[in-house]
């Protein structure tokens, strides 16, 4: 299958600082990107789509001034986080996705664990 | 009313047993359907797609019935290593193409 690729896996900050996720598609093109946070035993809930070329689609409830996304080619969108605190400390997951004839499937990186102090 | 939901869990379940997870969404005109696994700390897996006429690979199951918009997933004589979360995904139309995971079931498989 395809390979998703995020960096880095895991990153502890201070209250205040910025960080920034890396998400790349290393053996396919991927117009489109998702990011995801998932809080300990919850599911996965998508913050917003990543468009290649174009600004992201954040869903409801998620500050687009906070959570800046770039996707500034094919194979590569970040995530950074600005002025983090406590409460943003969470596992976020990039998708992208294969688009199939007969369905789409998503590629999920690896993930990375933020926590802030 | 969550646009998916699933069976709360935990299920404990003894080696070799058959277990089955079900799922519903709400928004009808959702188009394709899967079963994702995912363990502690990783990211989501997928498993198998879910189609119309059911589909099976190996040990694992999965059925979708379009008129009660239910989908289930069946795993027969469970091993240890299919201890996980089992996620049930929806893609859906609404505001273009958007997955919908489920909040999943936790799967315990003991010895």
Same mark, same amino acid.
């Given at each position: !299958?395809?390979?998703? *690729? ?7 900050? +201070? ?12 053996? /396919?093109?991927?117009?489109?990107? /998702? ?13 917003? %789509?990543?468009? #290649? ?16 996304i ?20 969470? $596992?976020?997951?990039? =998708? ?8 789409d499937?998503?590629? /999920?990186? &690896?993930? %990375? ?5 | 009313?969550?646009? @998916? #939901?699933?069976?709360?869990?935990? $299920?404990?379940? &003894? #080696?070799?047993? %058959?277990?089955?997870?079900?799922? %519903? ?6 188009? *394709? ?8 700390? +990783? ?5 198998? =797609? @879910?189609?119309?006429?059911?589909? #099976?690979? !190996? ?21 240890? *290593? ?12 609404? !505001?273009g193409? +958007?997955t919908?995971?489920?909040? !999943?079931t936790?799967? /315990?498989? +003991?010895a």
């Amino acid at each position: !299958g395809a390979v998703v *690729s995020q960096h880095p896996s895991w990153v502890i900050c +201070k209250s205040g600082t910025s960080v920034k996720i890396e998400c790349r598609s290393l053996d /396919f093109q991927a117009t489109t990107m /998702f990011w995801y946070r998932q809080f300990p035993k919850q599911s996965l809930m998508l913050m917003a %789509t990543s468009n #290649e070329g174009s600004k992201a689609t954040y869903e409801q409830g998620v500050e687009k001034d906070k959570f800046l996304i770039n996707h500034a080619s094919l194979t590569l969108s970040t995530l950074t986080v600005t002025s983090a605190h406590p409460e943003d400390s969470s $596992f976020y997951i990039c =998708s992208a996705v294969v688009r199939g004839r007969a369905s789409d499937e998503q590629f /999920f990186g &690896p993930g %990375t664990r933020l926590t802030v102090l | 009313r969550k646009e @998916v #939901e699933q069976d709360p869990g935990p $299920f404990n379940v &003894p #080696e070799g047993a %058959t277990v089955a997870f079900n799922c %519903t969404y709400s928004n009808s005109a959702s188009q *394709s359907f899967f079963w994702y696994r995912q363990d502690c700390r +990783k990211e989501p897996k997928l498993l198998m =797609s @879910v189609y119309s006429s059911g589909n #099976e690979d !190996g040990r694992f199951t999965a059925q979708l019935n379009r008129a009660s918009q239910y989908i289930s997933l069946l795993i027969r004589d469970s091993k240890l *290593s299919d201890s996980a979360t089992y996620l049930c995904v929806v893609n859906s139309p609404t !505001g273009g193409f +958007k997955t919908i995971f489920g909040a !999943g079931t936790r799967l /315990f498989v +003991k010895a």
